[in-house]
């Protein structure tokens, strides 16, 4: 039974990846994660199997499916790593929530139900499905309450919705709730006319998508919890007109940005991110969003607004033009992602005027040729001034198009809209597809032409989620900019090279300043807005600098340890009979290292003298002993540095054969090193 289970969850697993799901916490990439993290704890508790046993069963799967879907024999390779990944980030956490969750059951006593706070920690916090929690539950004999569970669920997706714990005072002042949208609807308020949204003309003499301001009545106003008919200036409130040139947020697209003005040209509500350039208004940024067809601007007011007064809305083009561009990258970069790593799929995304986010789908992070070749993907389509097209077609008709790209799991209605660049849709509808590039479904906003996004620059990479990674992108004159930033490092990193280079014709190198001023440019070079290959590459570059200028260091410590344990043994060759030596290094005063490899040098050269060096620094002196165990009889190192520890009051330890001591000078040093002479002296002679 155990083996079938196993078998079971090993099918359903090697299709459904095959297929382009993944591990993920939404829609069907929850289920994935679920059936996966379920039949690793089965195979692990009830089979005791090893690490990697369900990834295993892919071949197995391959070979008695493949024949009836040979789509299972492409990539068996990376199912298997999406399993072992997945699993090996839940055996993390496997063992601390199932000791979490077995020690709250058997403090339940006679109540036997689990609370929803404790199921949501198990979620939350150690990646268990309450499918998988209930589970354990029934097993030892306890119930879940399943309503406080959600309770809990539903509190935590409030809170991330708005950013986390620290945003939840960002939250959206003013929306419109499903009682709000059917009030508006029984009171035959018609939804908003958007089609002058998408209505726009491109001028390169600015490089800017001209907007026209639409001309249009104000149906309804809405104010906190209740729609009013009139507000005051300085009231934060939505309103809902007839029809709106703004886009809504939506898509991962950010919203328009802008200003709506009375009949009197003056500014009445602002929906801008900065303050309005026009004298009379200083407001700050709201929202713009669409319910069920109504789309709320919202903000605060600066002049009475009433119901039915005509007004016009007027939007920033220029973040318009930038989010735009950004839009049409993304669609470039999810190419061109495509064309580098074929089984990718995207899995979020966000289209800011200052930037581009891309979450996708892949398992390790993307190497340095990876990134290159995206970038020269992104920048040929640029370069090749490829139109864009849009069109509304059947959804049916629109999944006929090859390489079309859709958001896994999104719901799309009857009709979509098909936005290319390159081949216009009729092409593609036709079978066209010769140097086909970018196909979407897609509702935003985008250029008219790829060379308005001038230039495409990653910025970033980093890890989002287990299996997902997220890049970050600039475009535009922001592009130039980054690009211009990653120029003055580069001259900077070239100069610390000539520098290093430079450096390095001495026989001793001036390491501990080098290395600060390499550190220091790396931290520069990390914080700078730049291209991300470029970064990779710089870093690279300061690395090798500092890995040279550490084997000089050691070539250099070397010679030193060398040419002053020679200068000793020499002087201790010149005063033979004695069997001891004391001496003062004061040229090497900071390098307590430097000054035991010298003692232990001379102590095997020379192995039946007892050594003691000095080195002084202003006010601390630092004392290293050596005593050759024949010599052991009559002294001890330790012993021996104690008589120095005594003048100079600090700190150290030793044993019979070597010790070390340092602390403040408040004597002169004569005195201290006659204070080892009489001791040795005493001892040995």
Known sequence: MAYRVLADHARMLTVCITDGARPDFHNQGYVVKKILRRA?????????????????????????????????????????????????????TLTKGQKYLKK????????KNVSGKVAW???NSFGYSIDLTNKIAKENNVSINLEEYEEERRKSKEITAQGGIKNQQKMRKIALSGQDIEMLRKQKVPVTNTISVYETKYNPLTNKHIISDVKTEILAIKTGNEFVTEVDKGVECGIITTSTSFYAEAGGQVADVGIVLNNQSNTCLDVSDVLNNQSNTCLDVSDVQSYSGYVLHSGKSNTTMK???????QVDSDHRTKVMRNHSATHLLNFALQKVIPDTSQKGSLVASDKLRFDFSVMDPLSMN???RIFDIVNNLIQEALPQDTSHVPLNTAYTIPNLQAAFGEAYGDDVRVVTFGKKVNELLSGNC?????????????????????????????????GVRRLEAVTGELAEEVECNGNKRKEEVEQMQNKVLASLQHSVVDSPRLLQELDSLAKSVDKTLMCLVSKMELRQEILECKEKVNKAIKKSFKLQVDEFARQIVQSIDSNRPKRYYIHQLSDIINDKRLLKEIVNKVSKQRPDIAVMLLSVDNENIHCFSVVPKELN?????????????????????????????????????????????????????
Not at 444 to 458: A, D, L, P, W
């Open 370 to 372: 990876d990134l290159q």
């Open 633 to 685: 009889k009559a002294v001890k190192a330790d012993e021996w540095g104690l008589v120095i520890n005594r003048v100079i009051n600090g700190k150290g330890s030793g044993s019979e054969s070597s010790s070390q001591f340092h602390g403040q000078l408040k004597v002169p040093i004569t005195e201290i090193v006659t204070a080892a002479e009489d001791f040795i002296s005493s001892k040995v002679d």
């Open 434 to 466: 010769a140097g086909q590039s970018s196909v979407e479904l897609c509702g935003g906003t985008h250029v008219e032409n790829t060379s308005e996004i001038k230039k495409f620059i990653i910025t970033s990479q980093k890890a989002f989620s287990s």
């Open 307 to 313: 119901v039915a007064d005509e007004v016009t809305l």
């Open 104 to 111: 709250h059951i058997s403090n339940l006593g006679s109540q």
């Open 40 to 92: 690793v704890r089965y195979a692990r508790e009830k089979l005791n199997t090893p690490t990697g046993t369900l990834a295993s069963l892919v071949p197995i799967v391959v070979e008695s499916l493949g024949g009836a879907f040979p789509e299972l024999k492409s990539n068996p390779e990376s199912v298997m790593q999406v399993i072992n990944q997945e699993e090996k980030q839940f055996l993390k």
């Open 121 to 123: 920690k198990m979620h």
